[in-house]
């Protein structure tokens, strides 16, 4: 997600600095490079060599003649964003008022400069975070554009945020904005009808791929919402659905005021009449199967002019016949283009989907992250 990608990441004195070390090494894990540094008060916190070891870079812990910040942060510098996380009440104040007293907003003052762009992941006490100084240093630095990945406010914190989140963050501050101004409505995982107050019928779906192409639409600058049965993810306004219907209406909702939806999800194309009471066991069942409509066929016809990306899972077929029944699905549909794949990859880390559109198939190799990634890139240029 980050293959290319400089990192300067500036460590204050927060608590929160005891994450920075699998930080940079899950900044590393998606392709980027990291240099650490560090305020005098991160310093009571994590020893340099933690840091020095997690980025296998030396950590700049004062400047001097050298001039680091500049070489780091400057208009011909190293860094592509400078990071900061965690950062406090203390160094976001600074950064707002440009007071230049460590080495971390010595490297802001001179990022700023040189329009070379911030994430800033705050991370404080709850009483802190909404001290109105600091909300107005936070919307100062809004407004000089910076980008924020919020905390999490739990137990009175406002803790820092998920290493996944601040990646997301940071791929969202220096990837091409191809979807900028662009609203995409993502479905993902499974659905699942209930049979009684206990039983479920559902699928395998681990919703991995979905949610990979959603990251990719919101780090290329979208408005994402995403429509799927797990929790809410940071990234994006998230609609929490259960069965197929939940899910319908709610990307109906979203249908009319979107730019794209991309249905990846493995919505059940079968429901029940729901039992009050469980039913017993010991004894033999008929359960009645009743087909549920079907979401891109009921948005399609609510929608005509929205483009909409289909996904299509066969079972022990070659890929020609993946193709086949993608394109076939593409002409019902009016797709703009399809995503096919065998269903021995539910579940599983890394995926062989082709992306099928009336010109070809592409064959996409690799992590659900990669194939999340083209088919934003390939959304993109669908959009213009």
Not at 96 to 101: E, I, L, P
Not at 208 to 221: E, I, P, Q
Request: net charge negative; proline share 5%; aromatic share 4%.
């Amino acid at each position: 997600m980050l293959e290319g990608v400089n990192v300067a990441l500036g460590v204050a004195g927060s608590i929160a600095a005891v994450k920075t070390v699998e930080l940079a090494h899950e900044l590393r894990r998606q392709g980027a490079a990291v240099r650490g540094v560090m305020t005098p008060a991160a310093e009571g916190i994590i020893h340099p060599w933690a840091l020095e070891f997690a980025t296998e870079n030396d950590v700049i812990t004062e400047i001097t003649g050298r001039v680091e910040h500049v070489e780091l942060c400057g208009r011909e510098g190293w860094a592509d964003v400078l990071l900061v996380a965690p950062a406090t009440a203390n160094t976001v104040g600074k950064m707002a008022a440009a007071v230049d007293d460590t080495p971390v907003t010595t490297c802001a003052t001179t990022a700023f400069g040189a329009g070379v762009p911030v994430v800033v992941v705050p991370a404080m006490h709850e009483p802190m975070y909404d001290h109105p100084g600091v909300l107005d240093a936070l919307d100062r630095l809004a407004e000089w554009g910076v980008d924020f990945v919020d905390p999490r406010v739990e137990e009175g914190k406002a803790k820092i945020a998920t290493e996944a989140a601040v990646v997301t963050g940071v791929a969202r501050a220096t990837a091409a904005d191809t979807l900028a101004g662009e609203t995409v409505v993502v479905t993902s995982g499974a659905t699942t009808e209930s049979v009684d107050p206990i039983r479920t019928l559902s699928n395998r779906a681990s919703g991995k791929t979905g949610r990979a192409v959603a990251r990719a639409c919101y780090a290329r600058g979208a408005t994402v919402v995403l429509v799927h049965d797990g929790p809410d993810v940071p990234w994006a306004e998230t609609e929490q659905v259960e069965s197929a219907a939940e899910m319908l209406a709610a990307v109906e909702a979203h249908a009319p005021d979107a730019d794209a939806l991309v249905s990846a999800a493995a919505i059940a194309d079968y429901t029940v009449d729901t039992a009050d009471e469980k039913l017993r066991s010991g004894r033999e069942l008929t359960l009645e199967l009743e087909p549920t409509p079907k979401l891109i066929d009921t948005v399609r016809e609510h929608n005509p002019a929205l483009p909409i990306v289909g996904f299509k899972a066969e079972t022990g077929g070659d890929d020609e016949t993946v193709v086949a029944r993608a394109r076939e699905t593409m002409a019902r549909v009016d797709l703009a283009f399809v995503v096919g794949n065998d269903a021995s990859v539910m579940g599983e880390e890394r995926t062989r989907a082709l992306l099928v559109d009336t010109d070809g198939a592409e064959p996409v190799e690799g992590s659900k992250a990669e194939l999340g990634a083209r088919v934003a890139d390939r959304l993109a240029g669908v959009l213009g």
